[in-house]
């Protein structure tokens, strides 16, 4: 078979493969499910395999998965046990396994150097520069995550139970939320109880809505949330200078510009393209480099 | 048996029981193990049986529990279910189950109006009024509890990681804890992923040492807990013009009066006495009230 590289994006939700010809031209995609590689390894592998087959199939080629070089981003790519298991059985001749957040590095700036921020239910903040990548914040929703939505929707459903105890005052935010759960503290308390990051998560876009119409509530959560986004930035930018490219990502990508501070909002430009992207990228520059 | 008031404080980690003779007079106290109404009824039982056998044997006399009257105040009391079940299985001729924060009340107020905030683990505000009771907060760690031990301890916790990342500058208190874990934040994230509120909350100590000898973050943590307290108290004074008595209780009551306003520092008094007795003055009242 000719050398094909594959670029693998593997999500809690789906998983999504490119490959590309010889040249690192994309020639077919494929999707499938879950693949979490630290939750249910077994379920990944499978939905890796998967998305490379649709993807081979899109393309047109007969595939045999055990001459081709991939190249996957998955979250949880710092767990040793995990990597380990995954990489002794995934169908490929070569494969490397780097983070979620690199990939989307590489198609946010290519080559260049430069930040990006993801904010979507989590948050994590990666920059590269002089040929070294820095991770800042992430840690997930328990400790960390501050201002991904997740954490924006944890604010609001506590704040509501400080207007329904009347220690502060309401707003049509809150009384949106008191309503859902029939004005019972208690309801709020058991589905906190068993809520997971994306449970609360459910709840950011709401804020965001009555922030978009001036409630007082979501605009003080919103400007909390990016608070802590500008202090990532400038973290960020006390390393590379804040001369670097800076590209948001995630599902709240859209809406933090017009929250956070002047200094980051002005250096913002668009991602030049998708994590999936970028994966194929990294694998068209590790699989060359070493001939394969 | 002549008749004897029995006053009952059931704590997640103890039960205190006290017995009163006719005239109201504690004659005998008793302590055993753990008396959780929610999580283990039936030790919660034994353990109120028990401490309540020791009160007798310490004021000297033989019980005949089934023909003693009993009020035990404790957590959950307003989970319908737990109460029933223990309600019905009590060795007691009569008895009643309130708030563990209505025998705090009591015990620190008397039979006066005014205030309590028990600020431990967790937080609530009590207010008496006007014969009605009010309760502000509590709810519990995950969406609650605010300026509670176990807030404080995770919110040092998430602080450190983001002076880990750089995001913000260090500390003494942020050294110590990230020593702690070997300056490694996935131990932090996997600590705070089994954490129960009570693990948290052995870091609060830790920020209130460290905020005494001036450390900027761990004063600055101790400003934010303070402040909800303030908020807290401030809600309650709406309620009643602020003009009744106010007393802080749990293992925070000494540390916060330093760092609350002023309005509220000026006002508090030290606690007439504690929740075991506040549960043997509800239990005479209640029972006297009745004849039995």
């Known amino acids: 078979m000719q050398a094909y590289f594959i670029g693998i994006d593997g999500g809690g939700t789906s998983c999504r493969a490119a490959v590309a010809d010889a040249d690192g ?23 890796i395999e998967e998305a490379t087959r649709l993807a081979f199939g899109e393309a047109g080629i007969s595939a045999d998965l055990s001459e081709a070089s991939a190249l996957l981003g998955v979250a949880g ?57 820095h991770y800042l914040g992430g840690w997930g929703f328990q400790v960390g995550d501050l201002g991904g939505g997740a954490r924006l929707g944890h ?43 994306g449970d609360y998560g459910r709840y950011a876009p709401v804020v965001v809505s009555f922030a978009a119409e001036g409630d007082a509530i979501a605009l003080r959560l919103m400007k909390d949330a990016a608070s802590h986004v500008d202090e990532a930035l400038d973290a960020m930018a006390r390393i590379d200078g804040g001369t670097g490219r800076l590209c948001l990502l995630g599902g709240l990508a859209e809406i933090y510009p017009s929250y956070l501070a002047e200094r980051h909002r002005s250096r913002l430009v668009p991602p030049q393209g998708d994590a999936l992207t970028g994966a194929v990228a990294l694998a068209v520059k590790a699989f060359r480099r070493e001939g394969v």
């Open 25 to 47: 031209r994309i020639i077919g995609r494929g999707r499938s499910g879950a693949s979490n590689i630290l939750t249910d390894p077994d379920t990944a592998l499978r939905h």
């Open 155 to 197: 604010a609001a459903l506590q704040e509501s139970l400080l207007v329904h105890d009347r220690i502060r005052p309401g707003s049509a935010l809150a009384a949106r939320i008191l309503d859902e759960f029939a004005h019972d503290p208690r309801k709020i308390v058991d589905f906190a109880r068993a809520a997971r990051p």
């Open 77 to 133: 790519n710092n767990v040793g046990d995990a990597v380990s298991y995954v990489q002794a059985r995934l169908p490929f001749r070569h494969s490397e396994i780097v983070s979620d957040g690199l990939i989307a590095l590489q198609g946010a700036l290519g080559d260049d150097d430069g930040a990006i921020g993801i904010v979507g239910t989590g948050t994590i903040f990666i920059l590269r520069h002089a040929d070294e990548i």
